[in-house]
């Protein structure tokens, strides 16, 4: 199984998705509260579901889905089905896009800047005392 593959079936958790809608726009347009208070909105719809339908939702809540199919996290999909009387009946689901959601939580801010936000990108091995490197290095011997 590659890489991609795994992380396309983990579990979306509210940290996560909370990072992936933070990283999918400039840093200044939603604190990290908003992003949690977001993430746990949408997750309370889709529970332990890959996607729900578009009828439970209310007009509100669809701007919030149609927002974060914007940002690529969210994408429709439409099944359509013939009713006993022979007529056509389509349905409207909303689905994550788990992909996109585990590359924008993982992002360092590559998204942010690529939308126009200037700055430097973070170095996560800036804090890492030196003598962490040796303990490693003589580890892999």
């Known amino acids: 199984m590659g890489k991609g593959k795994s992380r396309v079936n983990g579990v979306i958790s509210v940290p996560l998705l909370a990072k992936a809608i933070r990283n999918s726009m400039p840093r200044a347009e939603m604190s990290e509260e908003d992003a949690r208070t977001m993430a746990e909105h949408i997750l309370n719809f889709f529970g332990y579901n890959e996607r729900i339908i578009d009828n439970a939702l209310e007009p509100e809540d669809r701007d919030a889905f149609y927002f974060l199919e914007d940002a690529g996290i969210l994408s429709t999909e439409r099944e ?3 009713l006993y009387d022979g007529r056509e009946w389509r349905i ?3 689905l994550f896009c788990k992909e996109r959601i585990f590359e924008l939580a993982s992002s360092k801010g ?5 939308t126009g936000e200037e700055g430097e990108q973070e170095n996560i091995y800036e804090d890492i005392p030196e003598e962490i490197w040796s303990i490693r290095s003589a580890d892999s011997r």
């Open 80 to 82: 359509e089905t013939t």
């Open 92 to 94: 409207h689901y909303w």
């Open 110 to 114: 590559e998204d942010r800047i690529r």
